[in-house]
C-alpha cells in the first residue's frame, strides 16, 4: 500500500511538474506574443498619423490658398463693378464751408468706388479742417455716402500780431480771418494768469443767449477780462454811436450784473441813460460816468 502510494506521488508530481513547465511556456509565449501584438500597432499608428498630419496640412494650405486667391480676384472684381461706384453724395451741419469744400476737404466724388473707399481715413481727412469739431461718414451700398459735419461756431475774434482770427466760446483760436470775410463779432481779449478767465468768459456769454443781460453779444464790440480782474464790455452803438462801458468785478460779476440791471432800468426812466459813458460795480455798489457835456460854441 506504502509502495502504491509512493508511485502515485511520484507520478501526480511528475505530471505537475510537466504541466507547470508547460503552463509557463504558454504564459512566455502568450506574453511574447501579447507584447509583439500591442507594440507593433502602436508602432505602425504613430507613422500612420505623422503622414495623415502631414497630408491634412498640406490640404489646408491649399485650400487656405485658394481661398485667398478666390477673395483676391472677388476683391477685384467688386472694386471694379460700375454698380458700386458713387452715384450720390449727401453732406449735411455745414454752414460756414460749402458743399464743394466738404468734398475737396474728403478727397472723395461722384463715380468713386464705395467698396474701395476707406470710411476712416475720409474721416480722418475732414477733421483736419480746423473748423469742423465733429464728422461722420457713412456708407450706403451700394452706390450712396453720407457725410455729416458739426462745425465750431465762432464767438469772438482775438489779435495775435498783425493777424486776426476766430474764437470760440473759451477763447480758443479757430482759424485766421481772411480778407472778404465777414462776422459781426466782438473783440476778445485776456490777460495772462487769470485761471478763472474761461468760467467767466462762459457764463457772461450764457447770459447774454438768454437774454439775461440788458446788452447783446452783438452790441458788445470787444470783451477784455483785464489784469485788474475786471471784466469789462464794450458796447459801441450806445448814446448814438458815443459808446457805454460795461464793468464788473470777475469775482462777483453775477451779483453785479443783477444790481447792474436795476440801475441800468432807472436811467432808461430817467431818460438819462445816454448821458452815462460807464457803468462800474465796485464792491457792494454800482457808480455811473457821465460823458462830459459838449461845449456851447
Do not use: C
Not at 13 to 39: D, E
Not at 117 to 139: A, F, K, Y
Not at 235 to 251: E, R
Request: charged share 25%; no cysteine.
Amino acid at each position: 500500500m506504502s509502495t502504491l502510494t509512493m508511485d502515485k506521488q511520484s507520478r501526480l508530481s511528475l505530471g505537475n511538474k510537466k504541466k507547470k513547465r508547460a503552463n509557463s511556456f504558454k504564459r512566455t509565449k502568450k506574453t511574447t506574443l501579447s507584447s509583439y501584438k500591442r507594440k507593433s500597432p502602436r508602432s505602425l499608428t504613430g507613422i500612420g498619423q505623422i503622414i495623415v498630419r502631414t497630408i491634412m496640412t498640406l490640404l489646408l494650405l491649399s485650400f487656405v490658398a485658394a481661398l485667398s486667391v478666390g477673395m483676391l480676384y472677388g476683391y477685384r472684381y467688386i472694386t471694379s463693378n460700375p454698380y458700386f461706384n458713387l452715384t450720390e453724395i449727401h453732406v449735411s451741419g455745414n454752414t460756414r464751408l460749402s458743399y464743394s469744400d466738404v468734398l475737396s476737404n474728403a478727397d472723395v466724388a461722384l463715380g468713386l468706388n464705395s467698396i474701395d473707399m476707406n470710411v476712416g481715413e475720409v474721416e480722418s481727412r475732414l477733421s483736419t479742417n480746423p473748423w469742423i469739431q465733429s464728422v461722420t461718414v457713412r456708407r450706403e451700398l451700394p452706390n450712396r455716402l453720407r457725410i455729416g459735419i458739426v462745425e465750431k461756431v465762432p464767438a469772438f475774434w482775438i489779435r495775435q500780431g498783425d493777424g486776426l482770427y476766430f474764437a470760440d466760446a473759451n477763447g480758443k483760436v479757430i482759424a485766421p480771418m481772411h480778407p472778404g470775410e465777414i462776422a459781426s463779432l466782438p473783440v476778445l481779449s485776456v490777460a495772462d494768469n487769470l485761471n478763472d478767465s474761461q468760467q467767466v468768459l462762459t457764463g457772461i456769454l450764457q447770459k447774454m443767449a438768454k437774454k439775461q443781460t440788458p446788452f447783446t453779444q452783438n452790441q458788445a464790440a470787444w470783451i477784455k477780462l483785464t489784469s485788474a480782474h475786471e471784466l469789462e464790455i464794450y458796447l459801441d452803438g450806445h448814446a448814438g454811436g458815443q459808446g457805454l462801458t460795461v464793468k464788473l468785478s470777475m469775482d462777483r460779476w453775477e451779483v453785479q450784473l443783477e444790481r447792474l440791471k436795476v440801475v441800468w432800468r432807472d436811467l432808461m426812466r430817467r431818460n438819462e441813460f445816454d448821458k452815462a459813458s460807464i457803468i462800474a460795480a465796485s464792491g457792494d455798489k454800482i457808480w455811473i460816468k457821465r460823458r462830459p457835456v459838449p461845449a456851447k460854441g
